[in-house]
């Protein structure tokens, strides 16, 4: 995946010192994010995403990996970080406490990265290996604004 190979290191750098901010900053009030079960899994689901483009990324510098491995790879990958955000989902929707907006965002938010992520893969396993790397794109950069608005929200909402 020759050409992208400034733009997966980039990326790799971007969001392993992003899920550890991300991780940082929680734990200054993370005794009361663990009280509320859906901004535990949120933030969870924001650190998986941020994962997600660090494994996608890392793979596709490493040398010598074929277009099938690596969309399988990001598949997989795609599929694991996607269970956070099904957890997340499932505690959006189990609180109903009026503050409790815009549920449906909340729960589709965690969603974005993964489906681009299995897209990408998809169109890696069909052999469509630039479309592939360009879904793969989208998705790291997709990971990384869905992953610092989940944890600026998670933040603002623990200090409610």
Do not use: C, Q
Request: without cysteine; proline residues 2%; neutral net charge.
């Amino acid at each position: 995946m020759g050409d992208w190979g400034d733009f997966h290191v980039a990326m790799v750098g971007a969001t392993a010192a992003l899920a550890g901010l991300v991780i940082v900053a929680a734990s200054v009030n993370i005794g009361e994010i663990v009280k509320a079960p859906a901004l535990t899994a949120r933030l969870g689901t924001a650190i998986a995403g941020l994962v997600l483009a660090l494994v996608v990324s890392a793979v596709g510098l490493a040398p010598g990996v074929p277009a099938a491995l690596y969309g399988s790879i990001a598949a997989v990958t795609a599929v694991m970080a996607a269970t956070f955000a099904l957890s997340a989902a499932r505690r959006i929707f189990a609180d109903h406490d009026a503050r409790n907006r815009l549920r449906g965002v909340k729960a589709g938010l965690g969603f974005v990265a993964p489906a681009a992520y299995v897209v990408g893969g998809i169109l890696m396993l069909v052999g469509d290996v630039d479309a592939g790397s360009a879904a793969f794109a989208l998705g790291a950069l997709l990971s990384v604004v869905v992953a610092l608005t989940i944890s600026w929200i998670v933040l603002v909402e623990v200090l409610r």
